[in-house]
């Protein structure tokens, strides 16, 4: 009876210990296996856009005057006289930041009286031509792109004093002749979508006022050649851009946009003969023509014409239109004459005031 006693007594003992066993158990807190891992993210670093013009050898010509030579002799004097061509050093375009860019140059002619430039032509060209004289000037039609930290083909600037200059130019000074390049992002880096994010980026140098087309165009100059379109921004009654000389207007199938307020015109000419060829001319939001011309002769060659006024002829004034698409109304003045050949434009839109129409 005793040992069954004993055992019970153990037993009851043991389920004792084990509920309070079981009870400390319950109010533990398990512990479980954890870890961390991280990793750094990399600098954003922004690529370099940067601009030089060199010499030959790589050396900056930044804000240093590029003087003309005679050929074979660059110390020799050169003395500007009529039929005579000069060139400058050759120089190149640097880019040197690491980024790519596409570029235009351009001549800048500042504080000029337009009579001393019209006997000088200038010209842009490569320089590896053989005959500069004859060389055809440098037309960016493709905005050339440079990849970051290369450089452009070597250019110089020729001169040539017209065969015809008189005597008036004798003693005369020419300065305030610039070559200014401008830039813009180019579609060559990619991101997540594909090298063309920057596709549309504009050149600062796009004119945007009359006196910015002034200096990129150098409309001083006769022979006048666009290596880009170009959107113009005007107010008021003056004209964006004014022709009062012969001038020979090249658009080389590129197109120049006048948008503005007012009483603005597009071009105006006031005086003497010219030719506007190879392109297009649009004026948008202003109450005067694209293009209005006075006392002068004008010869508008493969152009489109686009305005609500698109061309005025005043009085004293002959127009030719030779294969030509005119959007717009057409005024003819008294005592203005304007010849039409193979040229397309709105019937219903030409105001004939007592001028000349001639179909040819």
Not at 130 to 149: D, H, M, Q, S
Not at 326 to 355: N, P
């Amino acid at each position: 009876m005793r040992d069954l006693r004993y055992i019970k007594e153990s037993l009851i003992m043991s389920c004792i210990s084990m509920l309070l066993c079981i009870s400390l158990l319950a109010g533990t807190t398990w512990a479980w296996f954890r870890d961390n891992a991280t990793t750094p993210i990399g600098n954003i670093e922004a690529g370099t856009f940067c601009v030089d013009l060199v010499d030959a050898d790589g050396g900056s010509i930044r804000n240093i005057p590029l003087s003309f030579q005679q050929a074979g002799d660059a110390g020799k004097q050169v003395l500007w006289e009529p039929g005579a061509t000069y060139y400058t050093k050759p120089f190149r375009v640097s880019n040197t930041g690491t980024l790519a860019f596409k570029y235009r140059l351009f001549l800048v002619f500042e504080n000029q009286n337009k009579s001393d430039l019209e006997s000088i032509y200038f010209r842009l060209v490569k320089a590896d031509e053989i005959n500069y004289r004859t060389a055809n000037p440098v037309i960016f039609e493709t905005n050339p792109i440079l990849k970051g930290e290369t450089e452009s083909d070597l250019y110089v600037l020729v001169g040539s004093m017209r065969a015809d200059a008189d005597n008036s130019l004798q003693g005369k000074e020419v300065g305030g002749i610039g070559i200014k390049v401008a830039v813009a992002q180019a579609s060559h880096e990619s991101d997540i979508t594909g090298p063309d994010y920057d596709l549309n980026a504009e050149y600062l140098a796009d004119a945007k006022t009359p006196a910015e087309l002034a200096a990129i165009l150098g409309v001083c100059i006769p022979n006048i050649e666009f290596s880009g379109s170009f959107a113009a921004e005007a107010s008021g009654s003056e004209p964006v851009l004014t022709i009062d000389y012969d001038a020979v207007i090249d658009l080389k199938g590129f197109e120049f946009t006048v948008n503005g307020t007012g009483s603005t015109n597009g071009i105006l000419l006031s005086s003497g003969s010219s030719t506007i060829r190879n392109g297009s001319i649009s004026a948008n939001n202003i109450s005067d023509s694209a293009i209005k011309v006075r006392s002068s002769e004008l010869v508008l060659e493969h152009m489109a014409i686009n305005g609500e006024q698109a061309l005025q002829c005043l009085s004293g004034s002959k127009v030719t239109l030779s294969n030509c698409t005119i959007t717009g109304t057409i005024c003819v003045a008294k005592d203005a004459e304007l010849t039409i050949k193979e040229s397309a434009y709105s019937a219903d839109k030409l105001i004939v005031e007592e001028g000349a129409v001639i179909n040819q």
